[in-house]
């Protein structure tokens, strides 16, 4: 499988948001942008893919830029791909011609429905929750210094 930019970086872009803003302030793009290292006008078509989706909240402004719409456990990694990832979740073309619709069935439901629903199954179960919980261990297990 694979998972385009746009689907990359709102990944980062949601766990960056959830980072920055965990005490209830609005994150700028720039500010985003910066931390990755991600284009900010790139982003920005992100972020409005992400809005439409009501996953985020923007305030315009000095002040401004975007928080989650809620709780960082409650948003999954599936809301955040379908928001941004339009083909990913298309459904497979017919594979034969009428003639041998018996094949169509079995690939359908047996090999296309399968993979389907074990992304989708997979997806869910992970929260934007468990990305920032899981990346913020490993910037502190970075932080260690050793002397000797």
């Given at each position: 499988m694979r998972i385009s930019s746009k689907g990359r970086y709102g990944l980062a872009?949601?766990?960056?948001?959830?980072q920055l803003g965990s005490t209830g302030d609005f994150v700028t793009v720039i500010s985003i942008?910066?931390?990755?290292?991600i284009s900010k006008i790139y982003l920005e078509q992100v972020f409005s893919l992400l809005k439409?989706?009501?996953?985020?909240?923007?305030?315009?402004?000095?002040?401004g830029g975007?928080?989650?719409?809620?709780?960082?456990?409650?948003?999954?990694?599936?809301?955040?791909?379908?928001?941004?990832?339009?083909?990913?979740?298309?459904?497979?073309?017919?594979?034969?011609?009428d003639s041998a619709m018996e094949i169509e069935n079995v690939l359908k439901n047996l090999v296309w429905g399968g993979l389907d629903n074990a992304v989708i199954s997979s997806l869910q179960k992970?929260?934007?929750?468990?990305?920032?919980?899981e990346a913020d261990k490993v910037k502190n297990s970075e932080d260690f210094m050793f002397y000797i």
């Open positions: 872009a949601m766990i960056s948001v959830a942008a910066e931390k990755l290292g439409r989706s009501k996953l985020v909240t923007s305030i315009k402004g000095s002040q975007y928080q989650l719409s809620k709780s960082a456990d409650k948003i999954t990694i599936l809301e955040i791909l379908q928001a941004v990832e339009i083909s990913l979740f298309e459904k497979t073309e017919r594979s034969v011609s992970v929260t934007l929750g468990d990305l920032v919980s």
